[in-house]
């Protein structure tokens, strides 16, 4: 249900932008987020967004990246400036339903790779 992809290899200072695709679930009740697992690292939160777009970032991507949702494509987008090799890691995303129960949905990883 959550289709990640634009992954690759980028240079230090360049960009990349990330893209899930999210089918089978209603945007309006999910938080989508970016996560990833860096190596030999436990996987952290990047970015999120909820229905309101309003968003959040860690404090290391901050002023570098931006998460962007476009309801029409049933999409969120991560933009990744100013890359960095400590970048380079596994990117997830995931949908956590705001209601109760609760419970999330994970896509599969989409591998970023910054150096020079």
């Known amino acids: 249900q959550l289709q990640a992809s634009g992954g690759g290899s980028g240079q230090p200072g360049g960009s990349l932008r990330l893209s899930c695709e999210i089918s089978?679930?209603?945007?309006?009740?999910?938080?989508i987020a970016w996560y990833r697992q860096q190596p030999g690292k436990e996987r952290e939160g990047v970015s999120c967004?909820?229905?309101?777009?309003?968003?959040e970032h860690v404090d290391s991507v901050k002023g570098r990246f931006t998460i962007s949702r476009d309801n029409a494509k049933n999409t969120v987008y991560l933009q990744m400036n100013s890359l960095k090799p400590e970048d380079t890691a596994v990117y997830y995303c995931?949908?956590?339903?705001?209601?109760?129960?609760?419970?999330?949905?994970w896509g599969q990883g989409t591998q970023v790779t910054v150096s020079s």
């Open positions: 967004i909820d229905a309101s777009s309003r968003t």
């Open positions: 089978g679930l209603s945007l309006r009740h999910y938080v």
């Open positions: 995931n949908a956590e339903y705001v209601g109760f129960p609760g419970g999330d949905y």
